[in-house]
């Protein structure tokens, strides 16, 4: 029935073959991978076709305020910072000031540097100082894994019913089908799926991706009840 069996080989040239004929060369993306490895920063930022998926969503869902938790080299943040509108905003936290230049730098050489704010600092002290602030339309949580569920809690509360919540690696090569783990990644990442299967804030689903960065999956959430600020 299938031409190949889904071999590491295949999905990767599948993935190849996707990103040349959906996503295409991008001076701008790839000068800020360039620079992030550069940096020594680890070749962690999404895969192209995530990235455009994050695009796509932030357009699809009309958002205007986006938040990104974990910003590393900027990778994901230019995606989501050509998505608003000019006068719209990308809220960027990111924990190491070192990683912040950098993707400060690249952000500005994409050209969207005016629509994006980059807050110096751990999550955890960074976001309840934006209560208060107009709610965000849609939020990427890329950081520590082991904060997942804090991040989404944090996403209810910024945002507003209809908000779009995108987790990042929720995959983890397999490992987050595994109800014994002793990685506190892979704790934190089951503990934030549960959070979402469970709290009636969200409504969520997740999917498995192979891509550049191998297995992993990416979980989707709406915002469908009001949090507390
Ligand atoms: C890790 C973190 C990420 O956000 C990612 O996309 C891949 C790996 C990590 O911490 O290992
Ligand atoms: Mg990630």
Redesign the pocket.
Known sequence: MTAHDPTPETWRAVDRYFADTLVGPDPDLEAAVEAQRAAGM?D?E?APVNGKLLHLLARMSGARRVLEI?TLGGYSTIWLARAVPEDGRVVTIEAEPDNAAVARASIDRAGVGGRVDIRIGRGEHVLPTLAGEEPFDLVFI?AD?ESNALYLDWAARLGRVGTVVVV??VGRGGAVADAGTTSS?VIGTRKGLALLGEDPRFEATALQTLDA?GW?GVAIALVVRPGEA
């Open positions: 680890p962690i999404v974990g890329d894994k990042d690696n990644q960065k992993d």
